[in-house]
């Protein structure tokens, strides 16, 4: 069993800043693809930022100059670097490790909430 802990959320004014950590039980390098979701009440998960295959990044268009997703093999661990927060970044912020197509680790969320 692969266990996923996310740690980091918080509360920030606008403009603010957090970062995200997420430490995987096992070898992240193993992994197919590492990444942020997040999910607010009443509406569906959907992808912040990831890593596929090792190198290739993706990020969602409302977060790109703004979230650095990166990552420590060495320490299993997964980082997301979010600057300019905005109200509307609010919601609770999964990490998912993918081993492969069809066997996905989730963590149990952290809470961010931009407020002045």
């Known amino acids: 069993q692969v266990h996923v802990v996310e740690s980091g959320g918080g509360l920030v004014q606008p403009g603010g800043s957090l970062r995200l950590s997420c430490v995987v039980s096992r070898s992240i390098s193993s992994m197919f693809a590492m990444g942020w979701y997040r999910q607010v009440p009443g509406q569906s998960r959907e992808l912040v930022a990831q890593?596929?295959?090792?190198?290739?990044?993706n990020y969602r268009d409302s977060v790109k100059d703004r979230f650095t997703i990166s990552r420590d093999n060495a320490k299993n661990t997964m980082y997301l670097q979010m600057n300019s927060l905005k109200p509307e970044d609010t919601a609770v912020y999964y990490c998912?490790?993918?081993?492969?197509?069809?066997?996905?680790?989730w963590g149990q969320g952290t809470q961010v909430t931009v407020s002045s």
């Open positions: 890593f596929i295959s090792g190198d290739i990044i």
């Open positions: 998912n490790a993918a081993l492969d197509a069809y066997t996905n680790y």
